[in-house]
Every structure is written in C-alpha cells, then in structure tokens.
C-alpha cells in the first residue's frame, strides 16, 4: 500500500504541530504552509500567503508533484477577533474573511479537484461554536460570519461527495488549550479546554473511518 499524505495549513501553529505529530506517528508524509521563514526541518514546509490565491494554488501543485498524491487536508490557519455588530465595519470584516475563510478556500479549490480526480480525500476545516450557530456571535461578529462560511463550504463539497470522491468535515473545538490563551484568558478553567493532541486524534480516526457518535466536535453533512 502507498504511503498516504496529509496536507496541513499552519502546521508551525498550536492545532497544526499536533496534527503533523499525529500523522508523523502513523508514518504519513507530511507537507503543510507557514507564515514563518522558520519551519521544521523534519517535514516539508512551504512558506505561502494563503490569502494569494495564486500562491496557494502554486503551493498545492508543488504538493501533488513531490507527493503523487493528497490524501488527506486539514487546513488549521485562522484569526480571531473580538467586536459587536455597532463596532464591527466592512474593513474588520474582511480581515476575518481573509483569514478564516480565504486561506482555507483558497486550499480547499485546487485540493478538491486533485482529489477530484483522484476520486478519494478528505478536507478537514476549523470551524468554531458562533460559526455553526451564528446566534452565539453577537459579540464577535466577523469571527462568527467568518467561520460560517466554513460550513457552507463544506457542506457544497459534500453535496457531490457521491461523485467526486471527495469529503468535507468542519472540526468544532469549543477553546484550544494552548499558552496564548491561558494568557489571554489566565481566570479560565482550563480543565474545560480541548488539548491539540485530543483534536488532532479525532482528525485522524475520522480519517481511518475509525469514529464515535460521542466524538461531537466533528460537524459532517448536517448542521443541526
């Protein structure tokens, strides 16, 4: 059997390294995206400006010809933002379209028709709480806009899957435990938070078919 490949956005950042961890002890290949000049030596990272649709097209080419083919996505790069619907304008907006929805779309297009053609693969999004229920995100209105395209998205990509090969999830974290938000948030319980490693697990038993109706931080064709 070939070895399989997962592709990983922001795989220098909290949830990315924990998902590269993941699949390097499955002895997956490995390629994913940063935003540093700085990555790790051990897998092969591309610096990309995912909100270039060109680049990240370019970058995805590079993947498919060093690799043959991508198995799996699990694209992990995002922003957040606090900001109510009076102080919230167009331009925060778009910076959070940007970041949680372009860099994932932007992914997401050519890696569909890879695996189009490939007719198997499977795109993991990070989805969040106010993006599945946008009445959860009065106070973090670009977040929660953002994020909800997410669910769109996947949810146009699965409408084909019976064709195509190809399917769509959206992992629903409620807060990642990691140093910047116990910083961020140092009152918290922080026993309540969801660990990377845990999320990354879950990531790689879905795409094992290895999964559990209890395991609810994994949204697939319906939303309810």
């Known amino acids: ?38 990555a790790p030596d051990n897998f092969d990272t591309v610096v990309v400006d995912l909100t270039d649709e060109g680049a990240a097209e370019k970058y995805v080419t590079h993947a498919v010809h060093k690799f043959q083919s991508i198995d799996v996505a699990v694209l992990t790069v995002g922003g957040f933002a606090m900001g109510n619907l009076a102080n919230t304008n167009i331009r925060d907006l778009e910076k959070l379209l940007k970041l949680n929805f372009e860099t994932a779309y932007n992914l997401a297009r050519p890696l569909w028709q890879h ?67 116990r910083e961020a948030m140092p009152d918290a319980d ?14 790689g038993r879905y795409t094992g078919g290895q999964t559990s109706e209890k395991e609810i931080l994994i949204v697939k064709d319906e939303l309810s």
């Open 115 to 181: 695996m189009k053609n490939h007719k198997k693969g499977k795109i993991f999004f990070i989805g969040s709480g106010q993006g599945l229920n946008t009445q959860k995100g009065k106070d973090v209105v670009a977040y929660s806009l953002s994020k909800s395209l997410l669910f769109q998205l996947a949810n146009i990509i699965n409408a084909e899957k019976a064709e195509t090969g190809v399917e769509a999830f959206v992992v629903v974290p409620s807060v990642i435990d990691t140093v910047q938000n």
């Open 1 to 38: 059997m070939a070895q399989q490949t997962v592709l990983i956005s922001g795989i220098t950042g909290n949830l990315g390294k924990a998902v590269a961890q993941y699949f390097s002890g499955k002895s997956w290949q490995i390629t994913g995206t940063s935003h540093k000049e700085t």
């Open 190 to 203: 922080f026993s309540q938070w969801q660990k990377p490693e845990d999320i990354a697990g879950i990531i």
